[in-house]
């Protein structure tokens, strides 16, 4: 079987295309984290603003709810608050929440609650701010940039360990109101649990995130044409080519690439700072 990690990122991958997964789940993410990318693992590098570069962010548009329940395989049922609990070894008839079996192995069900998008704005200015820092020899090529986060109010994300595994959440919800599966996110506690490989709940998450770097391909010109970096010999520096910071400038996509889902890395176990 995967382990909970893979099952995750393969579930998340095309709903959330273009966009890493963090992982451990409580990991903080935030736009201007530098990471540092070693041996399949990233680590945390600081921020930019550490390094001299200042970012303007603005607001995206994320839905407000995300839900994913691996096509249904994830089958849910759901009880009201003051409901019938006949059928549910768990829940008392005062609780609000639902049931939940497993259909297939390795399978995913996602639910996260008030999300919110926070991005980099001027793209050409970070664009040009990793050239100068690069020739400058503050950066390098196994740093990566946090450009965009999705942060959740809160958050479910349960995973099967095998075919036939299951749960139940309690859930805070009003008296008589019916449940949808975006409500699993709220207040929610796992209270019975068999087979499962992943149980996470969370408040103030940052479940989702964009990196950049330099890009290879621009690298690697930039050595065949200037060589070594050369930042300065002597007493005076030598100032960062102008073609540089014009292909910065009119083309950032040439200079700075996003990292791909098939290039995710997660953190290592405890905080990543």
Request: hydrophobic share 45%; aromatic share 8%; proline share 6%.
């Amino acid at each position: 079987m995967a382990d909970s990690y893979e099952v995750y990122a393969r579930a998340m991958r095309d709903p959330w295309r273009g966009w890493w997964v963090t992982w451990p789940l409580s990991t903080a993410v935030r736009v201007g984290h530098v990471l540092g990318l070693t041996a399949g693992v990233v680590r945390s590098a600081g921020t930019l603003s550490e390094r001299g570069i200042d970012v303007r962010c603005e607001a995206g548009s994320p839905p407000s709810e995300f839900t994913y329940d691996a096509n249904g395989s994830a089958v849910v049922r759901f009880k009201a608050a003051g409901g019938s609990a006949q059928g549910f070894s768990a829940l008392a008839e005062a609780d609000a929440g639902a049931s939940i079996e497993f259909h297939r192995d390795s399978t995913a069900l996602v639910v996260f609650h008030g999300l919110t998008q926070t991005g980099v704005s001027d793209t050409v200015g970070l664009a040009g701010a990793l050239v100068r820092r690069y020739w400058a020899g503050g950066w390098d090529d196994g740093l990566l940039a946090v450009t965009d986060v999705v942060a959740a109010r809160s958050g479910t994300v349960l995973a099967a360990a095998r075919h036939g595994a299951s749960a139940e959440l309690r859930v805070s919800a009003t008296l008589g109101a019916p449940l949808r599966l975006a409500d699993l996110a709220t207040d929610a506690a796992v209270v019975r649990r068999s087979f499962l490989g992943l149980e996470w709940v969370g408040r103030d998450v940052t479940p989702f995130y964009r990196v950049v770097r330099l890009r290879k391909s621009w690298l690697g010109r930039l050595r065949e044409d200037y060589g070594p970096r050369a930042p300065g010999r002597g007493a005076a520096p030598v100032p960062v080519p102008p073609l540089l910071l014009e292909q910065a400038h009119d083309d950032p996509d040439l200079v700075v690439e996003t990292m791909s889902a098939a290039e995710q890395a997660p953190f290592p176990p405890g905080p990543a700072g």
